[in-house]
């Protein structure tokens, strides 16, 4: 199943970075909105270690068109330097709410 929809996700180490990545996403109308809620703790591997941060989760809803430009975005403004972008996709939603996201970026 092709979806016209999806939610893109990414983490970041400060509420500035988050809020700043978010107000660009949505500037440039490549997402209708960011949530972002933190901060959270993760727990991953890195370079053979396990590490432990304290994050914020962003999460930006944007067509499927956008997400090239939304990937650029994210990773022009991050600081990691692999910034986390898993896509996820919206395979439903009130009609309303859908026309809402293709209307705010220029679908």
Do not use: N
């Not at 509420?15 to 933190?38: H, N, P």
């Amino acid at each position: 199943m092709k979806t016209r929809f999806i939610g893109v996700l990414t983490t970041c180490g400060s509420r500035a970075e988050a809020e700043k990545i978010a107000e660009e996403l949505v500037g440039r109308r490549t997402c209708a909105c960011v949530q972002i809620t933190g901060p959270g703790t993760s727990i991953y591997r890195w370079k053979g270690r396990i590490e432990r941060s304290e994050e914020w989760y962003c999460m930006a809803k944007t067509s499927t068109d956008m997400l090239d430009r939304v990937e650029e975005i994210v990773k022009s403004l991050h600081s990691y330097d692999v910034p986390e972008i898993a896509v996820l996709p919206i395979v439903g939603g009130s009609t309303d709410y859908l026309s809402w996201i293709e209307e705010e970026t220029g679908r």
